[in-house]
């Protein structure tokens, strides 16, 4: 029977319930998403439970001895913590002043022709492989480092932290820009015609009301550098210390579980489930800077008419 | 009277001074400004120069055709070059459908209500976890749980999962970009949900969709942490003829000769690189032509 002889009612019903299935189709993609959410914290949390079973969480979080595959082993997650801490503010100082710098450039200065060239050139500098900004720091930075400072290591954080830093450069460059932008002319001509500068104006004007993007920016383009792991693994080094020292040798948490996959470490074993536990930590980490963004995003917004 | 005109004198002069230190502060500013954006320009070019200046003497048609070796003159990346290929495709077939459904969910049926606004603060959050992590979920789900071992659909899974939220924030933003009007005028003609979507919303809105889809894509050939969590292999000298098989990725490929002491390798990594940045800038040129092309076209 084709649908022409069908009564119309009965088409309706069953464009009613072809209609219902599609919409639970497309639900159940949507819902992939905390499927994955709920994935990734009971995947860290099972694998991290039978580790904390031989390794108290006390020792583990306040410990400063990480060496789980030397006798005598200790599990204390702190120097790979201060090492993705270290690396996170080196790459701070690089990116912040450079990215906001960057964005007022954008915003206010610059013409609409170098805007079409600077916007895209910034696209590929965020597009590029992380293994290659690693290959930068190893084969570049490095040694122009090691030029500048004798002592400097082969392996370093600060190598490490330079290329970080410039891998979130346009994270933090065009957040700000947009936010930069959101703010209204009118405020800005507010601005002028109260005979400020155009710095006066950028930084007394647009600055302040676009306060909430800008941090938000700086704690999500962090958050990426707490968890960058290529660039850290190639050239920060593979020693777990705590030091102040960024011409060191040093360890992050990513770096840490790359090494361990890279070896042959046996299921179940406690090498393989410190894998799981590190990762909790930097999970929760990177979780709680991406909540506080969002929330600072939402909280100190200003909303213009 | 006369006191009175010169003390106003004195101001003038005053706030003409005032006025000069102003600006100079406001133009020191503004090169400022210019010096750091045009530094961010400087930086690529020199990473961009550098490579190349390293990499280029190794590359020819026999690197691209050769295993990988223990002798760098003999190495070359075919393997790399068709495990990302494999893994790519892949991803593309399970991101892009799921990626654009759980868009369109989002855009066209959900009441903007709790559950709405529930999976998109969890999309929002799932696209700041670090890569890693997504490494050690697949490891587990996919490489353990499902038995894939360290096989191409296991890489591609992690991997669809890794690009989704990424996926689905583009998506949207090019569903959202189809003005209402069209959905008004299907629905205003008895147009059934699916149908105004399907024949309309989605036809107008598939650049944008594409142009995100690319850039994804892009991330996911890049990826690398995740590759190597899931046990992609950093030696292999087959062709992988399957889902099933083995594989490495061209940056799992890069990082191995990285992390090799002899000079020549970095030669090697620098070469591998050259090709997966072209790779990668074709895939952008591609996603920056479609936005360009359709972008003066749809007039609405």
Known sequence: ?305 | MSAEASSLGVMDRQQALRLKQRRARGAAFARLCWGFTWLAVLVLLVLLHHVSREGLPWLSLKFLESFPSRRPAAAGIKSALAGTLWMISFTALLAIPVGVAAAIYLEEYSRKGRLSRFIEVNIANLAGVPSIVYGLLGLTLFVRLAHLGHSVLAGSMTMTILILPVVIIASREAIRAVPSSIRQAAFALGATRWQTVSQHVLPAAIPGILTGVILAMSRAIGETAPLIMIGALTYVAFVPAGPADEFTVLPIQIFNWISRPQEAFHGLAAAGIVVLLIVLLLMNSVAVFIRHRFEGRTKW
């Open chain 1, 1 to 305: 029977m084709s649908t022409l002889d069908m009564h119309p009612l009965r088409i309706r019903r069953a464009r009613r319930w072809k209609e219902e299935l599609i919409r639970l189709a497309l639900l159940s993609c949507a819902l992939l998403s905390v499927l994955t959410t709920l994935g990734i914290v009971v995947v860290l949390l099972n694998e991290s439970i039978g580790f904390f079973r031989h390794v108290s969480p006390w020792e583990f979080l306040t410990g400063t001895t990480w060496t789980p595959l030397l006798e005598p082993r200790h599990f204390g997650v702190l120097p790979l913590v201060c090492g993705s801490l270290m690396v996170m503010v080196g790459a701070a100082v690089v990116a912040i002043p450079t990215g906001v710098l960057t964005a007022v450039y954008l915003s206010e200065y610059a013409s609409q022709r170098a805007r079409s060239i600077i916007k895209p050139i910034l696209e590929i500098l965020a597009g590029i492989p992380t293994v290659v900004y690693g290959y930068f720091a190893l084969t570049f930075v490095t040694p122009l480092l090691r030029k500048i400072i004798p002592g400097t290591e082969v392996f370093n954080a600060a190598s490490a932290s330079i290329v970080v830093g410039i891998m979130v450069l346009p994270m933090v460059a065009s957040l700000c820009d947009d936010a930069f932008r959101a703010v209204p002319r009118s405020l800005r001509q507010g601005g002028y015609a109260m005979g400020a500068t155009k710095f006066e104006v950028a930084m007394q004007v647009v600055l302040p009301a676009a306060l909430s993007g800008v941090l938000a920016s700086f704690i999500l383009a962090l958050s990426r550098a707490v968890g960058e792991t290529m660039a850290t693994t190639i050239a920060a080094g593979g020693t777990p210390r705590i030091t102040a020292n960024p011409l060191q040798s040093i360890q992050t948490m990513a770096a840490y579980i790359v090494q361990i996959s890279l070896g042959d470490t046996p299921h179940g074993s406690v090498e393989y489930q410190t894998l799981f536990a590190v990762g909790l930590v930097l999970f929760s980490i990177t979780l709680l800077m991406n909540v506080i963004a969002h929330r600072v995003l939402r909280r100190f917004q200003e909303v213009y008419e």
